[in-house]
Every structure is written in structure tokens, then in C-alpha cells.
């Protein structure tokens, strides 16, 4: 295990490169407000965080990562064009996995740009890819922007797009909830008990729990409209299967997202993005569709990604977690941005990582 010395020595280095690029270097606190930001990350980040309460300032969060407070610090100043680097600790727990760190440091990059987001995307993507080159990793990338167009297509109702938008980052959820809207799970017993029950309250006395008789009415309301929906049809199911189950190379998957289009129009402008994207790498000298897609690359990581997502794995050392991931989070600066937005997309390199497999070279 590379010292602490040698990992900010390399951390260091790796950041200059990116101020190289025109990065502006940016620090942000270690303690950060758990409140708004906690909920950003999404759910896995959620049970990982370090969470504790302050009498002053309410409930704080360990940094688990920095994008978050990097993008609250930009769009608080404007919505200008930026580039930033930035180094530093991140604290996450590790409960299942006791080999894995849950303290270590990442250098990133992150790019706010409003014209040709392909560019943006090359630019990002094509300079981690050459920093890592010597360590020989394997690329990966997919686009969760697809997945999110293709839900936004289906012919079902505003909430069960809603419903399945919010799961998008839990498969199992999101597997779930298009077997029931399609009809192919049967309905919960106690959901089937409150459909068709004439009066919801009735034998019952004070209310118990947060929820008032209002939230629990509407809530009945949602549930009967949901009911009397006609289901997802079996050939959009079939669409989203094919979709999800796309991946090979770059090449091979633009070609079935493009067969799949035909038949499910909503993803074509988010599959002309990819081959954009795809075109914009290559021109900086890397075989982009030559590296593997995967359709649900990314659909396990920060909730925030909206469109392309990458990582860099080291194929001899499977155990290891990626050296290297990325994104771009388009929505995110629209949440945090208080009325102003831009698009934007970075990634981040864990330096320690990239010393061990240095040294083991």
C-alpha cells in the first residue's frame, strides 16, 4: 500500500495536469450539510455516509464525494462557463466489504460548458484516458441518458414514468415496476386491500405515524389511477429489454440502439448524442468505438448522472474498485442552480490506486 506522502505526492501531480487543461483548483469542506445534498447521491451514497448532527448547523455529512459541493459552489456564483480540479479525502463506509477503503483521496475534473456537450464529454473522457494509459485499464461507458429518453417514450401514464425514472439506479426496483405495469405481477395484497376498500379510515381511531388523512387520501386517489391504466403494452417491455441488454463494442451497440430507435423514437436524439460523443474521442486519437458500451453501465453509481458514464477498471486485478469514473450531470446543476442551469460532465482518479498498480507493473 503506497504511504500517505506518495498519494498526495501523485495526487498532486495528477491535479497539475488538469490546471494544465485550464482548471481552476477549487476546495471544498470536509463537513457538508447532509440535508439537500445527501439526497443528491442517491441511495447507495445514502447508506454509506458518515452522518452526524450539529446543534448549529443540523445534520452534516462527512464529504462523500466532491462533485455535489463543487456544483453548489459553482452555480452559487452564476452559471458561467468553468473548469475546476480539485484534491482531497472522501469518507464512505464499507460494512460489506471490510478489504475496501473508507477513507481515501480523489482528484477530479470537472467541466461546465454550453456549447457542443460531445466536445465536453471527449474532452473529459480523452484526458483521464491518457493520464491512466501507462497503467494498462480497461474502458468502459454507457449512457444513462438513453435509458431515461426510452421511459419518457412509453405510452403508460406521467406517474409510472415518474415511478420508474426515480429507480432508474436500482435495477431490481426498476425491474419490478415494469413487471407491474405491464400487468405481469400481481397486485400487493395490502394495495389490493386499500382498492378496494369503500372507506380507507373507516373502524379506525386517531391517525398513527407522519402521514396526515390528506397525503393517505391522495395517495388512495394515485393508487386507483394507477389501477384503472391500461398496462405497458408487451412490445415496449420488449423495446426496454432490448435496450437494456445492449452491450459490446461502442460500434456494435450504436448500430442496435439505432435498429431499436426505429421501433422506440424517443431514445434517436439521445443515440445521435452517442455517436457525437463517439466521433469527438476519436478525434483525440482513441478508438472510441472500439471500447466497450454497455447499455446499464452506471445504473448502480451516483444518482446524478443523467447522460454519458465511464470508468477505468484494472483487468489483472478484478478486486480492486474502478481507478477512474466520470459523468455528466446535466440535471444537477438545474436542481442546485435556483432557476439557472448548465450542462456539465467530470470524472474523478483515486491516485492511490494508480501508484498500486504503478508499483506492480
Known amino acids: 500500500m503506497p504511504s500517505r506522502a506518495a498519494i498526495l505526492s501523485e495526487a ?7 490546471e ?3 482548471a481552476q483548483p477549487v476546495e471544498t469542506t470536509v463537513l457538508q450539510p447532509a440535508g439537500t445534498l445527501l439526497d443528491l447521491y442517491g441511495e447507495d451514497i445514502r447508506a454509506r455516509a458518515y452522518v452526524t448532527s450539529d446543534a448549529l448547523r443540523g445534520e452534516q455529512m462527512l464529504r462523500p464525494d466532491f462533485t455535489v459541493p463543487v456544483v453548489q459552489m459553482h452555480m452559487e456564483h452564476g452559471a458561467e462557463p468553468a473548469r475546476y480540479t480539485y484534491t482531497g479525502e472522501v469518507f464512505r463506509r464499507q460494512e460489506d466489504d471490510p478489504d475496501r477503503a473508507n477513507e481515501y483521496i480523489q482528484v477530479g475534473y470537472e467541466v461546465f460548458a454550453r456549447d457542443d456537450p460531445a466536445q465536453a464529454d471527449a474532452e473529459v473522457f480523452a484526458s483521464i484516458h491518457d493520464m491512466l494509459a501507462p497503467l494498462g485499464l480497461t474502458a468502459a461507458m ?9 421511459v419518457t417514450g412509453l405510452n403508460t401514464t406521467d406517474r409510472r414514468k415518474a415511478a420508474l425514472q426515480r429507480h432508474i439506479w436500482r435495477p431490481r426496483r426498476f425491474r419490478a415496476l415494469i413487471d407491474r405495469f405491464a400487468g405481469r405481477a400481481p397486485v400487493p395484497p395490502g394495495r389490493e386491500a386499500l382498492l378496494a376498500a369503500a372507506d380507507p379510515f373507516s373502524g379506525l381511531g386517531a391517525l398513527i405515524g407522519l402521514r396526515g388523512a390528506a397525503e393517505i387520501t391522495a395517495r388512495i386517489e394515485a393508487l386507483h389511477e394507477d389501477a384503472a391504466a391500461d398496462p405497458i403494452s408487451e412490445n415496449e417491455v420488449a423495446l426496454i429489454e432490448a435496450l437494456l ?5 461502442a460500434a456494435d451497440a450504436l448500430e442496435h440502439l439505432r435498429d431499436i430507435a426505429v421501433d422506440l423514437p424517443a431514445i434517436a436524439p439521445a443515440v445521435d448524442r452517442l455517436a457525437d460523443r463517439l466521433d469527438a474521442i476519436s478525434a483525440r486519437g482513441i478508438d472510441a468505438r472500439a471500447l466497450p458500451f454497455e447499455a446499464s453501465y452506471g445504473r448502480t453509481q451516483m444518482e446524478y448522472y443523467d447522460g454519458f458514464v465511464f470508468g477505468f477498471t484494472a483487468p489483472r486485478r478484478p478486486a480492486l474498485p474502478p481507478v477512474a469514473t466520470g459523468g455528466r450531470y446535466d440535471a444537477l446543476t438545474r436542481q442546485l442552480g435556483a432557476g439557472r442551469e448548465i ?7 483515486r491516485p492511490g490506486l494508480t501508484l498500486e498498480l504503478g508499483d506492480a507493473a
Do not use: E
Open 12 to 18: 498532486a501531480r495528477l491535479r497539475a495536469r488538469f
Open 343 to 349: 450542462p456539465a460532465v467530470g470524472g474523478v482518479i
Open 142 to 150: 454507457g449512457d444513462i441518458g438513453i435509458l431515461m429518453a426510452a
Open 245 to 249: 441488454s445492449v452491450r459490446g463494442t
Open 20 to 22: 494544465g487543461l485550464g
